[in-house]
């Protein structure tokens, strides 16, 4: 048995319907909310939302790479996103709700920058696609009650996925 951790993290605007779709599958220890890229230590929630510390709401999945790899993270990261959106992720707006790839090795680099070039060669988005890539920095662990979120908080997580209209753009563009 496999005893293997890497890490993968990804922003695709709330953590909390990011979560899901990584939860499910075996060789995913787990998937932790939290905040990357920006200049203020330790930063909290509300200091966050505010867009004003340059950090990206991310999810942080340790996961074991014999089991399942980091390409195929990178094949459900895509479909939850829409890339061509510099400014939020639906009804997210603004810089901490952007999506992005953070790498914590050049194989996760040169993996992320083949897949979205592969997005790009594809031609199914008319606009460019300007999800980054970004080297990992420190992580900081979302407060308590945003972890496992659409657990703990089924009804409202259903509720708030619903009117974000993340579901409709993955049914229209990744289906």
């Not at 993968?8 to 990357?36: L, N, R």
């Not at 920095?137 to 993340?166: C, I, L, V």
């Amino acid at each position: 048995m496999s005893k293997q951790t890497a890490l993968a993290t990804f922003a695709g605007g709330c953590f909390w319907c990011m979560v899901k779709p990584f939860d499910q599958f075996e060789g995913i220890h787990q998937v932790v909310s939290g905040y990357m890229g920006g200049h203020v230590k330790h930063p909290t929630y509300e200091q966050v939302k505010t867009g004003k510390t340059g950090h990206f709401e991310v999810v942080q999945i340790s996961y074991d790479p014999n089991v399942f790899s980091f390409q195929q993270l990178l094949d459900i990261y895509w479909p939850q996103v829409d890339p061509t959106d510099d400014g939020g992720q639906f009804h997210d707006r603004g810089s901490q709700y952007r999506a992005a790839i953070f790498y914590h090795d050049e194989e996760q680099k040169q993996l992320a920058e083949q897949s979205k070039q592969s997005i790009i060669d594809s031609g199914r988005f008319q606009q460019p696609i300007v999800t980054e890539i970004l080297p990992a920095s420190t992580f900081y662990r979302a407060e308590t009650y945003h972890q496992d979120f659409y657990k703990k908080n089924k009804k409202y997580y259903q509720e708030d996925r619903a009117k974000s209209g993340r579901d409709e753009f993955i049914e229209n563009h990744w289906a």
